[in-house]
Nanobody
């Protein structure tokens, strides 16, 4: 059974950078779109970025546009989230997700990785 496994979270200083990874493991992986979401304490989960698994354009939440970058590596069934110039409001648990079918919901989720922005 395919699983998504995130890594790369931790403590980072304001203005610093961190890169998150999400690898699909455990079987044949099929996806239309991969994405990153986050959930801060006391808040609902929110969209951060998404990338088509084959071809197409990426999309970002306004709050991270110009600071975060999503990318993919097909040979490793992995996506990344490069987070630059981080702010305290970026503190959250970050989840990666996969949409298996076009027009459907994100139906496969990772367990999440904590990113804490603090000096």
């Amino acid at each position: 059974q395919v699983q998504l496994v995130e890594s790369g979270g931790g403590l980072v200083q304001p203005g610093g950078s961190v890169r998150l990874s999400c690898a699909a493991t455990g079987g044949a992986f099929r996806s239309v779109t991969m994405g990153w979401f986050r959930q801060a304490p006391g808040k609902e989960r929110e969209f951060v970025a998404r990338i088509p698994w084959t071809f197409g354009v990426t999309a970002y939440a306004d709050s991270v546009q110009g600071r975060f970058s999503i990318s993919k590596e097909h040979t490793k069934n992995t996506i990344y989230l490069e987070m630059n110039n981080v702010k305290s409001e970026d503190t959250a648990v970050y989840f990666c997700a996969s949409r298996t079918f076009a027009g459907g919901e994100f139906d496969l989720w990772g367990q999440g990785t904590q990113v804490t922005v603090s000096s």
